[in-house]
Nanobody, 123 residues
Framework: QLQASGGGSVQAGGSLRLSCESSIRMYSSSAMGWFRQAPGKEREFVATIRWGTGRTYYADSVKGRFTISRDQAENTVFLQMNSLKPEDTAVYYC??????????????????WGQGTQVTVSS
């Protein structure tokens, strides 16, 4: 239902762009975003975009480096990741919910999860 792509390996300071296409139609009340999980660590919020307004939310650790955007016609969300650091290494998960309630950083907010795509940043 959520198909993520674009992961890979890059050196520190490099860039990657993740994409996630949803086969589930999103509405103005919906939101899509990204979480990540590094080995041995808990899953954490990365970024979310509100489908109708385009308002964005970011984790402090990625502000100024990552940009989330959406293509409403294609039901696709993107994550442009610049100035990547080794600590950004993780499996990145695309998430979505049709009836977003505002708890953007909570994993419980999102009913739909993609399969995950690996991002590896080497020093």
């Amino acid at each position: 239902q959520l198909q993520a792509s674009g992961g890979g390996s890059v050196q520190a300071g490099g860039s990657l762009r993740l994409s996630c296409e949803s086969s589930i139609r999103m509405y103005s009340s919906s939101a899509m975003g990204w979480f990540r999980q590094a080995p041995g660590k808990e899953r954490e919020f990365v970024a979310t975009i509100r489908w109708g307004t385009g308002r964005t939310y970011y984790a402090d650790s990625v502000k100024g480096r990552f940009t989330i955007s959406r293509d409403q016609a294609e039901n696709t969300v993107f994550l442009q990741m610049n100035s990547l650091k080794p600590e950004d290494t993780a499996v990145y998960y695309c998430v979505g919910d049709r009836a977003y309630s505002g708890s953007y950083s909570s994993s419980n907010e999102y009913a739909f999860w993609g399969q995950g795509t690996q991002v590896t940043v080497s020093s």
